[in-house]
């Protein structure tokens, strides 16, 4: 494996999160890419948050971390069956739609409080996947875009994934593309090449654009030679055949 390509690996958490995925499913969905987005990016707020004393020297700071840490709880609580019982210190919910709700409450009471702050940043990206889940899509694309925007490149580059996310569950593939275009173009820690050209060939699928696919993922193949990454291109050129 070449040293590049191993060290790429290493710090990009999301092209092992997209590979993991890849490899338990052939057909990559929108609602499997938010719900691993959602995940990725919790542990990395998380880390983000223990290691605060380095970044945050306010008091207001280490108050909106925290609070920032619970509502990623909240995100991250599982669904329950309705009348489960309790367990005494699990939070828990009976819909996902009941919990992006409650994670909403607490993102915005971020951002309306501490509109400032690192954290703020992370709760205005959040608010755009709660929005995408609860199906509020004008809502969770005006939240997206201003995250996009921002001068964080590795968080616009998250808030860009979602967006395309979003424009291929509302039948706009060639935003998407677009955007997957300035991903690959542009790597972050956050969004990595290879996740941004998994997702562009994912969706010249979509499109039935199947030549095009068919360069993409030969081209993961040529520049990852030896890894998951061009295993799993493989497979998915198998499957275009």
């Known amino acids: 494996m070449r040293a590049e390509t191993r060290h790429q690996l290493k710090q990009d958490k999301f092209s092992r999160a997209t590979i993991g995925a890849a490899e338990a499913t052939v057909h990559w969905t929108v609602e499997h890419q938010s719900k691993l987005i959602v995940a990725a990016i919790a542990a990395l707020v998380l880390i983000a948050i223990a290691t605060g ?40 919910f009976s819909s996902s739609k009941e919990r992006a709700t409650a994670a909403r409450k607490q993102l915005q009471s971020i951002v309306e409080k501490y509109p400032h702050t690192h954290s703020a940043d992370f709760a205005r990206y959040f608010l755009g996947l ?22 964080n490149g590795d968080l616009s580059a998250l808030a860009k994934l979602a967006l395309a996310s979003l424009y291929r569950s509302t039948n706009r593939n060639q935003q998407a593309i677009d955007l997957y275009h300035q991903l690959i173009a542009k790597p972050t820690l956050t969004v990595g090449k290879t996740t941004a050209q998994l997702e562009l060939a994912a969706t010249y699928q979509a499109s039935q654009q199947p030549l095009d696919a068919k360069r993409t993922y030969e081209q993961i193949q ?5 890894t998951e990454v061009a295993q799993i291109a493989t497979q998915k050129l198998q499957a275009l055949k």
């Open 222 to 226: 040529k520049e990852n030679p030896a």
């Open 53 to 92: 004393g380095w970044y945050y020297l306010s008091q207001q700071d280490a108050k909106a971390s925290a609070d920032l840490g619970q509502a990623v709880r909240t995100m991250d609580a599982p669904v329950v069956p309705a009348g489960t019982p309790a367990e005494p210190g699990v939070l828990t």
């Open 130 to 151: 709660t929005a995408a889940e609860l199906a509020d899509n004008p809502v969770a694309e005006s939240d997206l875009q201003k995250v996009a925007s921002s001068s």
